[in-house]
């Protein structure tokens, strides 16, 4: 058993609840850890035994082009897509971070963080 870590992927995208949010857009961080059985992978040196990180990172940013209000809409999203195109994996963990949200005062960011396994 293995884990595949895809760490602080950045994003220019359009989430947001408030209309402004949709039309300015924000910087977004996305991180995606997911498990599965790398020994074929260990053994062989071969991409094809494995699961090609860029085939998720693709996913990743395909869906953060489409606007969603919730940070957990996306999470939600994210996870499907990577389970629907990647059946060997065990258990998926992603967190997305809204960076400098208007919250009126200053903050660095807001996440959600969902997980699910098989």
Known sequence: ???IILEDMEFYAYHGCFEEEQVIGNKFIVNLEFDFDTGNGELSDKLDDTVNYQEV???VYEQMKIKSHLL???GRR???AVFHKFSTL???KIKVSKLNPPMGGKMKAVSVVLERGK
Do not use: A, L, R, T
Request: glycine share 6%; net charge negative.
């Open 1 to 3: 058993m293995g884990k």
């Open 78 to 80: 994210i996870i499907d």
């Open 72 to 74: 957990e809409h996306i």
């Open 57 to 59: 990172y693709n996913i």
């Open 90 to 92: 065990d258990f998926v």
